[in-house]
């Protein structure tokens, strides 16, 4: 079975620094993975994915992550970090099959300071 | 653009009451997803539907059911509501996989926040 897990639960940066937000996954094949962001009350909303094609992923925002399949790892980074940017960021999993379901990693809080 | 509704925002109900969480999506999608979504647990799926009438279960189904009438309208029962069934609730759908995962997403809705009291 798929999974993810999201070393950080919580990250705390400055604006303007960069954003590291780390994700491993596990996975017998090779795998779709996806980062979805989270803004406070709203719903969420796909960042990015990777499926296969090229391994470093450019989404919304000004973010893009990097599949290394040596690492088993999918982090999302983006260089300098925006206050709007405050948000809770899922790393996500695709599983094949009938109905195509996802497995959300808990979850890491980005908190971006003056 | 792909618009997935939810009936509430909020919901406050009594500890053995039958609760009806409802979703509406607009896409054609062939399948629906009910999750709810807890702090420092992510999103955990409960069930999920396929097809008109066809349901799965999620990884969390006990507590509740699901139905799925019409295409575009997928409903979680919680047959008699309990404390800790106090979470956001939230709703996606999306278009069949069919092994094109290039065009694969899930749209969401905006989530229902249940309180049982």
């Excluded at chain 1, 990015?48 to 040596?70: D, P, Q, R």
């Excluded at chain 1, 094949?96 to 971006?112: E, P, Y």
């Excluded at chain 2, 009451?17 to 409802?22: C, R």
Aim: hydrophobic content about 35%.
């Amino acid at each position: 079975a798929q999974s993810v897990t999201q070393l950080d639960s919580h990250v705390s940066v400055s604006e303007g620094t960069p954003v590291l937000l780390r994700c491993n996954y596990s996975s017998s094949y090779s795998p779709s993975l996806f980062w979805y962001v989270q803004h406070p009350n709203k719903g969420l909303q796909l960042l990015l994915k990777y499926t296969s094609a090229a391994t470093l992923v450019k989404g919304i925002n000004g973010f893009e992550a990097e599949f290394k399949k040596s690492e088993t790892s999918f982090h999302l980074t983006k260089p300098s970090a925006h206050m709007s940017d405050a948000a809770e960021y899922f790393c996500v999993v695709l599983s094949t099959g009938a109905a195509s379901k996802l497995t959300f990693g808990t979850g890491t809080r980005l908190q971006v300071t003056l | 653009d792909v618009k997935v509704t939810q009936s509430s925002r909020y919901l406050v109900k009594r500890t053995g009451e039958k609760v009806f969480l409802e979703c509406v999506q607009d896409m054609d999608h062939e399948n629906m997803f009910w999750y709810r979504q807890d702090p420092g647990l992510g999103l955990r799926l409960i069930y999920f539907s396929y097809d008109v009438k066809m349901k799965e279960k999620g990884d969390i189904p006990e507590g509740y059911s699901v139905s799925r009438e019409k295409k575009e309208r997928f409903s979680l029962i919680l047959e008699s509501a309990s404390t800790n069934q106090t979470s956001m609730y939230l709703c996606a759908s999306s278009s069949f996989w069919g092994g094109l995962s290039t065009t694969y997403e899930q749209y969401f809705g905006p989530g229902t926040r249940l309180t049982v009291t």
